[in-house]
């Protein structure tokens, strides 16, 4: 793929932010965008490069996905940024042809483990509507000024334009997707009023929510009298839902998570959500029902890293077929999940003692253990709605599951540690120090700790050492499987997932 973020573009800057003003600097320009790049990406209409960056057109105050198929602008027209956001802050609005705010996310904003990237994590998780700007600085461990002139550097914006641009994006997703009445719409993308929901919509796309309607009326009505809520999210490039479904399907603990028909249901507090793949193999299907609402904005980022909607599939299946026998077993598998993507998680901590337990033991077992440890410390049925949290973990009695006394402790170990702080599983967390966190733990081994990075952080080179699984499928000793895979950085993660999808010797 062109190298698109290798030099400063100095543009001049338009247009003014009419919700709350200016934060800090007005943006120039995306830092790193190489101008001639990304001009050449936009001139072939290359659809690999949406969500990467975005194109804006001075002359007609709009900007545009990199495959937008409108006739393509003279290149002294058009600067370019990485991010929506900062787009909108300079004065330009999404163009309704090609519908740059439906492209998915850059595949390095929940990679990366530098400053900017880990705030941007954040801000999609909702941190900046929950505790300000002053919230998002103090859990990142820096000065809002700091923080702010990091943000301008890397995507244009502050944190404050980057979390509107969040809550109005969504808003507009569902405007178009939903039949929800337009008060609900802005309450449940986290818009704390109707008169900022307003201001912020017609700022991003010079009309009100009313003017771009598409579908009038309200969302059908459950059972109870619930909102049931269909939407759909991008992918980028093949989604490969039937490997991610069985990935899954084959994990879902016994009255939290259910599979049906090709379809993957979790219960959330408050109600439920349910994902599948439909006729166009890059779109994610979702319907949710939830009491409120406003929990719809935060669930929408953690679905895209649970089903890892934004990692460039193409690239890294390319970079692995570097290895003769990688690219044999790629070559293998179904086009559709050829590199399937890396499944995350709706709760860190749950994924670790999910990795505890797996410990030597069948993915059905551990299944069926994890099953009888929610009805142990949930009994309720209608308590299902979300895994245990360390604190009750630690007061529950265990020795009821029915697994080894050293797996139980081992549970109890990890519970105290994330409790108490000595090992982080936030989302501001590096995941290569969380690593060496844990594997200080007794019981917590390479092959644990490296799931828990691989899957709880979505880390693409997290690697479950020592495999027994992947070395008998490489007809490999365990430690000359681990000496192999150095050569798979930095995606060692998709090369297990692959691996353990493929064919069986």
């Given at each position: 793929m062109t190298r698109i973020r290798t030099e400063v573009v100095k543009t001049k800057s338009s247009g003014s932010n009419q919700s709350g003003g200016s934060e800090g600097r007005r943006p120039t320009s995306d830092?790193?965008?190489?101008?001639?790049?990304?001009?050449?990406?936009?001139?072939?209409?290359?659809?690999?490069?949406?969500?990467?960056?975005?194109?804006?057109?001075?002359?007609?105050?709009?900007?545009?996905?990199?495959?937008?198929?409108?006739?393509?602008?003279?290149?002294?027209?058009?600067?370019?940024?990485?991010?929506?956001?900062?787009?909108?802050?300079?004065?330009?609005?999404?163009?309704?042809?090609?519908?740059?705010?439906?492209?998915?996310?850059?595949?390095?904003?929940?990679?990366?483990?530098?400053?900017?990237?880990?705030?941007?994590?954040?801000?999609?998780?909702?941190?900046?509507?929950?505790?300000?700007?002053?919230?998002?600085?103090?859990?990142?461990?820096?000065?809002?000024?700091?923080?702010?002139?990091?943000?301008?550097?890397?995507?244009?914006?502050?944190?404050?334009?980057?979390a509107r641009t969040r809550r109005v994006l969504l808003a507009r997703r569902l405007l178009d997707q939903t039949g929800l009445a337009v008060t609900d719409i802005a309450f449940a993308a986290g818009f704390s009023s109707i008169r900022q929901f307003n201001e912020s919509f017609r700022q991003a796309f010079d009309a009100t929510p009313t003017e771009l309607r598409r579908r009038p009326g309200r969302s059908p009505a459950g059972a109870d009298g619930d909102s049931i809520v269909n939407l759909t999210l991008a992918s980028r490039g093949r989604l490969g839902w039937s490997a991610l479904h069985a990935f899954l399907a084959a994990r879902a603990i016994p009255g939290l998570e259910s599979s049906v028909d090709g379809r993957f249901r979790r219960n959330v507090p408050g109600g439920w959500i349910e994902l599948g793949g439909g006729d166009d193999d890059r779109m994610l299907e979702i319907t949710c029902s939830l009491d409120e609402l406003g929990d719809l904005s935060h669930l929408v980022p953690i679905i895209r890293l649970v089903c890892d909607l934004d990692s460039d599939l193409d690239a890294i299946g390319q970079a692995l077929s570097a290895d003769h026998d990688l690219a044999g077993l790629l070559s293998a598998l179904p086009a559709p999940t050829a590199v399937p993507r890396l499944p995350g998680t709706f709760d860190r901590f749950e994924l670790a003692v999910r990795a505890v337990v797996g410990q030597q033991v069948s993915v059905a077992g551990a299944r069926t253990t994890l099953g009888k440890l929610l009805e142990i410390v949930h009994p309720e049925a209608e308590a299902h709605q979300r895994f245990p949290s360390p604190a009750e973990l630690l007061d529950a009695p265990l020795d009821r599951v029915g697994m080894p006394a050293r797996r139980r402790e081992t549970i109890r170990t990890v519970a105290r540690a994330v409790e108490d702080g000595r090992v982080n599983l936030s989302v501001e967390a590096d995941p290569a120090r969380t690593e060496q966190e844990l594997t200080v733990l007794p019981g917590i081994g390479p092959w644990t700790a490296g799931y828990i990075t691989m899957r709880a952080f979505g880390h693409p080179d997290g690697w479950p050492a020592s495999d027994l699984v992947l070395a008998k499928r490489l007809g490999l000793s365990r430690r000359e499987l681990d000496s192999r895979a150095e050569a798979w950085r930095p995606w060692r993660a998709y090369a297990a997932m692959a691996i353990w999808n493929g064919p069986q010797p």
């Open positions: 830092a790193r965008l190489d101008h001639h790049a990304c001009y050449q990406a936009i001139s072939r209409r290359d659809r690999r490069f949406d969500g990467t960056f975005y194109t804006a057109v001075k002359t007609t105050g709009i900007f545009c996905r990199p495959s937008c198929p409108a006739r393509t602008p003279a290149s002294r027209n058009v600067r370019f940024f990485a991010h929506a956001a900062g787009a909108i802050d300079a004065g330009f609005r999404p163009c309704r042809r090609c519908r740059p705010e439906l492209a998915p996310a850059h595949p390095e904003w929940n990679r990366r483990a530098d400053l900017a990237h880990k705030a941007m994590a954040l801000i999609e998780q909702g941190v900046v509507d929950r505790e300000g700007v002053g919230g998002l600085a103090s859990r990142l461990g820096v000065s809002e000024r700091h923080l702010r002139r990091e943000l301008v550097s890397e995507v244009g914006t502050g944190p404050n334009q980057l």
